[in-house]
């Protein structure tokens, strides 16, 4: 059974069609990309599969079921980090373990080791206003990751940094939730760098300008790490871009 399931769905405002009839799949420890062109309706799309807009059509299932609003299976990184400023970063990754029925003790324990893990050491309690754009939004997936969710949602982690800092974060946090210690059974992730999506993904879902449709999903099998200047990569990248403008 598909993990996640996109069906037919539509979202308007007012009259005006955002999303039209977009369907794919996500299968468990998938990294699935979802691009196209700006303002097209990526955002909204990663939106409703969070349950956080419901669709004006069609629908969205979690193993089965529709998603009808948020849950704890599915959790989700903003990209502007979403820190809370007033909390210092251990406080705000503690956030993530707040439905759990644990104590306090053994929440500052896994808040404490995800950060370690994330290279965070030595920040806990520190506040965010001291922590570069990288460093936040590593607080900011650590959050997101803490409870253990099955899919995490990312809307362009990467688009507030720069290049370098981007290129690092980028290979740190896909071997991270490829490991084991980080059980994350699929991720979906909203960009618009294509090189970005051949980099990390396992299948790319390309949108068509509003009223976004679904126009290819594109699966990549090249095996990890991926070098961005091999031949197979760069043949990838000019087939999604070709499936952008065509």
């Not at 609003?69 to 990754?93: A, C, H, M, Y």
């Not at 650590?142 to 720069?162: K, N, Y």
């Amino acid at each position: 059974m598909d993990l996640i399931r996109v069906e037919d769905v539509s979202y308007n405002i007012d009259k005006i069609r955002i999303i039209e009839d977009a369907s794919f799949q996500v299968q468990r420890n998938e990294f699935i990309s979802i691009i196209g062109p700006s303002g097209c309706g990526k955002s909204t799309l990663l939106r409703i599969i969070a349950g956080l807009i419901q669709p004006s059509h069609g629908k969205v299932t979690y193993v089965g079921q529709k998603i009808a609003k948020p849950r704890k299976e599915i959790s989700f990184v903003f990209q502007d980090f979403g820190l809370l400023p007033w909390l210092t970063n251990i406080e705000n990754v503690k956030i993530g373990l707040s439905g759990l029925d644990i104590s306090e003790e053994e929440k500052t324990y896994r808040a404490s080791a995800l950060l370690s893990k994330f290279k965070l050491d030595g920040f806990e309690n520190s506040y965010p206003n001291i922590l570069s754009g990288g460093m936040k939004q590593r607080v900011g997936i650590a959050r997101a990751v803490a409870a253990g969710p099955t899919v995490l949602l990312m809307d362009e982690p990467f688009s507030a940094l720069d290049e370098l800092t981007a290129n690092t974060l980028r290979a740190d946090i896909t071997y991270m939730l490829r490991s084991k210690d980080i059980p994350v059974g699929a991720v979906i992730m909203v960009t618009h760098n294509v090189e970005e999506a051949v980099e990390l993904s396992d299948k790319i879902v390309v949108m068509s300008n509003k009223p976004s449709r679904v126009k290819a999903v594109k699966g990549i099998s090249m095996k990890y790490p991926r070098n961005r200047h091999g031949r197979e990569f760069i043949e990838t990248v000019d087939e999604i871009y070709k499936a952008l403008i065509g």
